[in-house]
């Protein structure tokens, strides 16, 4: 399955502390008590980054919630800079919650997501009436600049990882099945031998090869030899164990590594596989399609932790079970 893209990515604390000490560096240079960074939500808005000073009296996580006519609401539905020199002689303020806490004075931004989403506001309060001057105020628009800057890194690193995960996914699945291929298969197989080897397990191979495939493919066509394959990987998939690894190694060969699994266990289940595969029916163009498989099944040796080997030995097991009449499971005597 390919990753998808979240709504929006994670903030890193690393990224937090570099906004807080901007606040710091703000709250100075301005001279005022509190600069925030103010996180929003549908409901409300909470202080998400605050400069360190005792003059500040928000904490991180305070809410404000929305419909009290608070400054942070009013840029955010506006869309555009606040600047209230002092709100006691503006009457459109006169309900504001920043009154109540004495806090007559603000400049604020709206800092936006690269697609539009509201972030939230970067701004500063302050107890005494201020008129800030265009610099302070074109000061206050590059530090909103940066933070969105930051916004737009953050979501395009996150489309990177995404990219990158699908490019993975694609580059060991198997187009047709949705499995590992056989790169992937080898890799994955020789990382779980490397565990097993430390944890002294059991390990066990089965490698699985449909009968008279080729049959299949010359009277119905490829088409439906494809849809074979897919309800034989399918059908394996589903009765697995979720830490088996599971792979096509090429045409219609595949593979199951059996992870702290003694051979007689992995012969029971590789029975119930051929069990499950012989009851598979694929109905197309009036005929009914039965498949079979032959199944060789090997029980590596403990120095063995190279997957390749393993895989030439199990074949050889494989090639056994086809000769013995195929639609059989043959392993080494127990």
Not at 200 to 221: E, Q, R, S, Y
């Amino acid at each position: 399955m390919t990753s998808k893209l979240s709504k929006h990515p994670h903030i890193s604390s690393d990224l937090l502390n570099q906004w807080q000490t901007i606040m710091d560096i703000l709250s100075v240079i301005m001279d005022v008590p509190i600069a925030l960074i103010m996180r929003y939500q549908t409901a409300h808005f909470s202080v998400y980054v605050k400069n360190d000073d005792q003059g500040n009296p928000f904490d991180i996580g305070e809410i404000v919630e929305n419909g009290t006519g608070s400054y942070c609401e009013s840029v955010i539905n506006d869309d555009n800079p606040i600047l209230i020199p002092n709100a006691l002689l503006d009457e459109k303020w006169v309900n504001a919650p920043e009154i109540e806490m004495g806090l007559i004075n603000y400049l604020g931004f709206p800092l936006r997501w690269p697609n539009g989403d509201a972030f939230g506001t970067i701004c500063i309060l302050n107890t005494e009436a201020v008129s800030y001057s265009e610099k302070q105020q074109q000061l206050m628009l590059q530090i909103k600049n940066i933070v969105e800057s930051n916004l737009e890194l953050l979501e395009k690193n996150q489309q990177l990882e995404v990219l990158s995960n699908n490019l993975q996914y694609l580059a060991n699945t198997d187009d047709l099945t949705g499995i590992w291929n056989r790169r992937a298969f080898i890799h994955e197989s020789n990382k779980e031998l490397q565990r097993t080897m430390r944890s002294n397990h059991n390990t066990c191979l089965l490698m699985m090869d449909i009968d008279d495939f080729k049959v299949i493919n010359d009277a119905f066509g490829h088409e439906v030899g494809d849809e074979v394959l897919k309800l034989f990987s399918h059908s394996i998939q589903a009765a697995k164990r979720p830490y088996d690894v599971f792979g096509r190694i090429g045409g219609e060969e595949f593979a199951v590594l059996l992870p702290e699994t003694t051979l007689k266990q992995a012969m029971l289940l590789a029975e119930r596989l051929r069990k499950k595969v012989a009851a598979i029916f694929y109905y197309t163009g009036g005929n009914d399609i039965s498949i079979t498989v032959s199944i060789g099944a090997y029980e590596l040796k403990d120095d063995e932790t190279n997957i390749l080997v393993a895989l030439n030995k199990a074949d050889k097991l494989l090639y056994a079970a086809k000769h013995a009449g195929k639609n059989t499971v043959m392993a080494e005597a127990l």
